[in-house]
Every structure is written in structure tokens, then in C-alpha cells.
């Protein structure tokens, strides 16, 4: 599975930015999805899962009520609405993809990694 994020930019404290990542396989029902994120000098974070098949989600406590993930089946794509940005939220920000339906909060559980994008929250 190849992952393609985009969507990442320069944005003010407060505001919204909207991630995608598209996956080159069309037969997803079996995996999870998720978000992570990385500033350097830390371990890449959990932000949240979807699972393809029921479309049920997970997120970091640290994000909860501000980032939603929602998945499109047609486009093959995973969304990560952020709002109510923060400063903390600057990061690089991964999609990753496993097959199974789990949704791991570790990345070493994850086998599929898209390229990253990068946000930027200004204060």
C-alpha cells in the first residue's frame, strides 16, 4: 500500500487545516488507519485511527474534540480535520496504514507510511 498525505501548511492558533491521504489500494476494508505526528528530538505520536471497514475512530487525548478523522471509500482517502489549532500541534504529520483492524497507538504496529506533512501553528 502507498500512502500520499497532503494538506499541511501555515496556519494562526485558533484555526483549521484539513489533512488527506490518499492510499493506492483499493481493497482497504481489512486495515486501519491512522495519524501521527513528529516535531524533532521525539518519538512520532499517535494522533488517531480510523477503522476502513465500520469506520469507527480513536484519537490522542491530546486532540480529542478539536481533530476528527473520516474516511472517503470512493477516493481511497483518510481525512484529519484539525480545528482549534495550537502552537503543540506544529509537527510533521504521517498517515500510516496496517492491515487489521486494531488501531494500535504505537507506530511499530504500523506498516505503511505515507511521506509526511508538514503544519505549522503560529501563535
Known amino acids: 500500500v502507498q500512502l500520499q498525505a497532503s494538506g499541511g501548511g501555515l496556519v494562526q492558533a485558533g484555526g483549521s487545516l484539513t489533512l488527506s491521504c490518499a492510499a493506492s489500494?483499493?481493497?482497504?476494508?481489512?486495515?486501519?488507519m491512522a495519524w501521527f505526528r513528529q516535531t524533532p528530538g521525539k518519538e512520532r505520536e499517535f494522533v488517531g485511527a480510523?477503522?476502513?471497514?465500520?469506520?469507527?475512530?480513536s484519537s490522542a487525548n491530546s486532540v480529542k474534540g478539536r481533530f476528527t478523522i473520516s474516511r472517503e471509500n470512493a477516493k481511497n482517502t483518510v481525512f484529519l480535520q484539525m480545528n482549534s489549532l495550537r502552537p503543540e500541534d506544529t509537527a510533521v504529520y504521517y498517515c500510516?496504514?496496517?492491515?487489521?483492524?486494531?488501531?494500535?497507538?504505537?507506530?511499530?504496529?504500523?506498516?505503511?507510511w505515507g511521506q509526511g506533512t508538514l503544519v505549522t501553528v503560529s501563535s
Open positions: 489500494e483499493r481493497a482497504l476494508s481489512s486495515y486501519t
Open positions: 500510516a496504514a496496517r492491515r487489521g483492524r486494531y488501531a494500535y497507538t504505537s507506530k511499530d504496529y504500523y506498516t505503511y
Open positions: 480510523i477503522s476502513w471497514s465500520d469506520g469507527s475512530t
